[in-house]
């Protein structure tokens, strides 16, 4: 197995002293070649909704509640009915092998020793085997995208069933790639085609590069479809990906699973029932991190109107956009169970590997707690609808 571990006394050092998810960002950034940081970094279009994501946050405020005993606290819970230390999880991104060496692996040991669960994407560069193989503890779940060849999407499905993962995600919303520009104009493939722009980035990022070329990234789902080496992800998308997926065939494959199931790339309330009507136990709300449809809602402005329509019939996950441990409690408070993370993790996986992944989830967990204790709130449970008002008045207000 790569080393997963961090490359030195100063990068743990530097990590240590990531005192917010935007400082992992900055470390990320010195890490990582441009075309690979933009990757992770960037969204569709003029990326008004990627902004939006962490912006609408703002339009929440929260109304603590004082002389309350704090003094005794707690921030476990459970998520999908699996116990959890935090309300967070590791959402599914693919590549993650070439942001940092096995970095899915890196990522599910972090996700277990921090005891939260932790979605493998079908696009990893570690197969389902590989990650089941390294980190047995991890509470793993399998995130499905619909593919053209139904009997392969199934096969794939039996392997995770086969590895142990407990839960699956589909997502929804990649009938198509998003129109990503920052990669268009950086040329990302994978691998890497050095070119006349990138020679001198890459040569400023010695230790990406090393182990890189220490164990090459694949997408190793795909190696016994022979698809496992593509150019751009957008190509790979469009090779094998299919737009004709319809409910129908969504509730299928929640039936051919026998654990709990969760929709991803939910942001419309009737959507959200269609899903709970074929049976979903959860629904994540999310815009793909703003790599899917520009000017779409930012997931924290249509949760309560979808946790609404579910009306408790499964739980609500909330993706997109959390930096902060106050973007968690806002959406604990407006009716989510549960937050799950992108790029928090990501740029922390690419700035120190497993070490880093800790550190993002520590910095969230060290932000929770502080607010949920200024909130007058000891429990996950006691955080309520009165915790949390709209900024804008006359809208929404304080919700009873
Ligand atoms: C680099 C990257 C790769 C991603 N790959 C996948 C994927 O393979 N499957 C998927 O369902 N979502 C994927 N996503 C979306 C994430 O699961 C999640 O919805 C998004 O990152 C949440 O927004 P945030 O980054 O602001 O937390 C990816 C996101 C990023 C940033």
Redesign the pocket.
Known sequence: MADIKSESPRATRSLASALTIADLRRLARRRLPRAVFD??DGGAGDEVTLRD??AAFRDWVLLPRVAVDVSRRSLRTTILGGASELPLML?????AGFYWPAGEIAAASAAAAAGVPF?L???SVASVEAVAKAVPECERWF?L?FLKDRAWMQALVKRAKDAGYRAL?I?VD?AVQGRRERDVRNAFTMPLRPHARTVLDLARRPRWLAGVLSSPPRLGNFETSDRSQFTSVAQHVATLFDPSASWDDVARFRDLWSGPVVI??VLHPDDACKAVAIGADAVMV?N????QLDHVPAPISVLPDIVAAVSGRAEVIL????RRGTDILKALALGASAC?????F?WGLAAGGREGVGRAIAILRDELDNAMTLLGTARIEDVSATHVRSRQPGNGGMRA
Do not use: W
């Open positions: 990757f992770i994501n962490e959402a599914p991104t693919g590549l979605c994407s079908t696009n995130q995208y995600c997502t990649l991803k790339g999310s793909h991190g703003g790599r993706d997109g956009g959390v799950s993370i992108g790029r928090a990501l």
